[in-house]
């Protein structure tokens, strides 16, 4: 499947997404940047990092725009956005506390499909909500 096609709902997309996630190794992860190359070319990266990876990089989509700000792009507005994840990912959040980034990133990937933990869209309709019930009062 394409990271950017042949997907039936944001569900089904997600899905795909953590079962590359699951394929990357544990050792090529890591905390507080994004990626970073060695000098013997070997590449680690953040959840970010792997996700502009597993897009395609800066492979041009059907639109114009690069594959991997599409894949970015979707993830932040449908399920989860950098402040989220960065957290998690860098052990900072003690509701995942796995020894290993990766899987850390799983556990709250797999909790945002079950909704478990609120997405980026639950969270924007709830301030929104919020928002207006205090212009209605104020």
């Given at each position: 499947m394409s990271a950017l096609t042949?997907?039936?709902d944001d569900e089904t997309r997600l899905d795909w997404l953590i079962a590359e996630i699951e394929k990357t190794p544990v050792d090529s992860w890591q905390t507080e940047v994004v990626?970073?190359?060695?000098?013997?070319?070997s590449e680690t990266n953040c959840f970010f990092g792997h996700l502009y990876n597993i897009a395609g990089g800066d492979d041009l989509a059907p639109n114009g725009r690069t594959k991997d700000a599409e894949l970015w792009d979707w993830f932040e507005d449908r399920w989860a956005t950098t402040y989220m994840v960065y957290p998690v990912n860098d052990g900072e959040f003690p509701m995942y506390s796995q020894a290993h980034a990766r899987d850390r990133i799983v556990a709250f990937l797999r909790d945002l499909r079950n909704g478990k933990v609120p997405s980026t869209r639950v969270l924007m309709e709830r301030q929104w909500a919020d928002f207006q019930a205090a212009e209605l009062i104020g």
């Open positions: 042949d997907f039936a990626r970073r190359v060695a000098e013997d070319g």
